[in-house]
C-alpha cells in the first residue's frame, strides 16, 4: 500500500487547524517533511500525526484535545488525573478531557505567578487596603469640604455683591480641593518617567 503524502495546506485541513501552525511545526521540528521528485515539501499524516501528539503541546485556549498518544500507551506511566465531567468543566454536553484539566491547571498557574510578580513589583495591592485608601481619602477631602462655609463666612461679612461672596466661596473649594489632590499625590506611587 503506497503511503498518501499531503501538502502542507492539505495536511492543516487533515489537522483542523491553520496553515501557519504546521508551517511553525515544521520550522521548529516538531513534525518532519518528505521533499519529492521536484523538491516541493510533502508530509506523510500518519507520522506526522504521532510527532504533532508528541511535540506539541495543547494551547490553554485551543479547547482541543490532546491524543491519546500524546499521553501514552496503557502502563506507561502514571494516569492524569481525573478531568472534571462536563457539568463541573462549564459545557452540559461532553465530558472534559484531560488537555481540558491541563490547560485550566496551566492557566491557573500562569495567573497566579502575575499576581504574585505584580504584587512583588508593589502594581497590585490588597482590596482591603484599597478600599480602606479610598474611604480616608474621601472623608478628608468631605472633612475639608464641610469646613469651607466656616472658612469663608468671616471673609464675607460686610459684602454686599453676591458675585463677590460666590467668588470668596468658590477660592475656599479650590484651595479645599487642591489640598486634597496634593496628599493624594503624596500617597499615590510615582510612575515611572513622571
Known amino acids: 500500500m503506497a503511503v498518501q503524502l499531503l501538502t502542507v495546506s492539505e495536511y492543516a485541513r487533515h489537522r483542523g487547524c491553520d496553515e501557519k501552525a504546521v508551517r511553525k511545526a515544521i520550522s521548529e521540528n516538531r513534525i518532519s517533511v518528505i521533499f519529492d521528485a521536484k523538491g516541493r515539501r510533502r508530509i506523510d499524516p500518519a507520522v506526522a500525526d504521532i510527532q504533532w501528539a508528541q ?11 490532546v491524543a491519546a498518544s500524546a499521553v501514552g500507551p496503557v502502563g506507561s506511566g502514571p494516569t492524569p488525573p481525573e478531568a472534571p465531567t462536563g457539568a463541573e468543566s462549564g459545557t452540559a454536553t461532553e465530558p472534559a478531557s484531560y488537555s481540558d484539566y491541563r490547560a485550566r491547571t496551566e492557566k491557573a498557574t500562569y495567573e497566579r505567578a502575575e499576581r504574585e510578580n505584580m504584587r512583588e513589583a508593589g502594581k497590585l495591592a490588597e ?68
Open 127 to 194: 482590596t482591603v487596603q484599597v478600599k480602606r485608601g479610598i474611604y480616608d481619602s474621601f472623608r478628608s477631602l468631605r472633612d475639608t469640604a464641610m469646613a469651607v462655609a466656616q472658612r469663608a463666612a468671616p471673609r464675607c461679612i460686610g459684602m454686599g455683591d453676591a458675585r463677590d461672596i460666590e467668588h470668596v466661596i468658590a477660592e475656599e473649594l479650590r484651595k479645599a480641593f487642591e489640598g486634597w489632590e496634593e496628599r493624594m499625590l503624596e500617597l499615590l506611587p510615582k510612575e515611572d518617567g513622571v
Open 55 to 65: 511535540n506539541t503541546r495543547a494551547r490553554a485556549d485551543s479547547g482541543r484535545a
